[in-house]
């Protein structure tokens, strides 16, 4: 049987634990509600709803789901359209993007073959969507090398509301606040205050699209003290307040 080029399928995974996995298609994963975090690379992304991946063909990734997912999946052949540029990119998806994913959507993996129609049309989502990825969304972190530092994110990441000192978050590592500074730099190329602000903006874009809480609790449980500093710290990763942001998740096809 011939190979197809490229099909379509909707599917709904998790709640899971992080696994890892490796596909032999060039994945585009588009997702309709829920959230989930992928790594490769080095790097971790949160992707919220009505955003997409990216994944290369035959290179591992690792994938957890916090709550359930819905998503709308393209897979295309390796000798259908070129390698990626990177093993995994997570990006905004455009109105264009997104009409072209439903639009495919009507040619899954049950089909014999597709017409000149329907890889024209898969073949012009490739170009639009290898495209986008080359503008990655900031809502990433870079992924600790060694378990201490990992250790310390981790910890951090679990009490953003009142999170631990620098010195407690040292001693829990068994290392002086000068070391862990310095191991932080090295790891993650950041300080602990700027991983500190950067998980809370990604851990109220995962409240945002996971909750319908309203914004000043979502900014207080995040460990704002006013919510023009939210707004202001949201505004600067995102690009839009959160009540825009929001209202961005209900863009999915």
């Not at 490769?40 to 916090?66: F, H, N, V, Y």
């Not at 990626?84 to 014999?112: D, H, K, Y």
């Not at 070391?179 to 190329?189: P, V």
Request: contains cysteine; aromatic residues 8%; charged residues 20%.
């Amino acid at each position: 049987m011939t190979e197809l080029p490229a099909y379509s399928v909707a599917q709904c995974f998790g709640p899971a634990p992080k696994q890892q996995f490796k596909f032999d298609r060039h994945y585009l994963l588009y997702s309709v509600s829920g959230g989930l975090r992928l790594e490769a690379e080095g790097t971790i992304w949160s992707q919220p709803p009505a955003r997409a991946a990216l994944i290369r063909a035959d290179k591992p990734i690792e994938i957890s789901l916090p709550v359930k997912i819905e998503c709308r999946s393209v897979l295309f052949a390796k000798a259908f359209v070129p390698a990626p540029p990177n093993v995994l990119s997570v990006f905004e998806m455009t109105p264009l993007a997104r009409e072209l994913v439903l639009e495919c959507a009507q040619w899954g993996e049950t089909e014999c073959n597709l017409s000149s129609y329907a890889q024209g049309l898969f073949g012009t989502l490739a170009s639009v969507i290898w495209k986008l990825s080359e503008k990655p969304s900031r809502l990433s972190m870079p992924a600790p090398t060694s378990a201490a530092v990992r250790r310390v994110l981790d910890r951090t990441e679990q009490s953003l509301a009142n999170p631990p000192t620098f010195e407690e978050l040292a001693a829990l590592v068994a290392m002086s606040p000068r070391t862990l500074a310095r191991k932080l730099s090295d790891e993650l190329g950041m300080t602990w205050r700027q991983c500190l602000q950067k998980l809370r903006i990604i851990g109220a874009v995962e409240a945002l699209s996971q909750t319908d809480l309203p914004v000043t609790e979502i900014a207080f449980a995040q460990g704002y003290q006013s919510l023009s500093a939210f707004n202001s710290a949201f505004r600067e990763l995102t690009g839009k307040t959160p009540s825009a942001y929001r209202a961005s998740f209900n863009a999915s096809p």
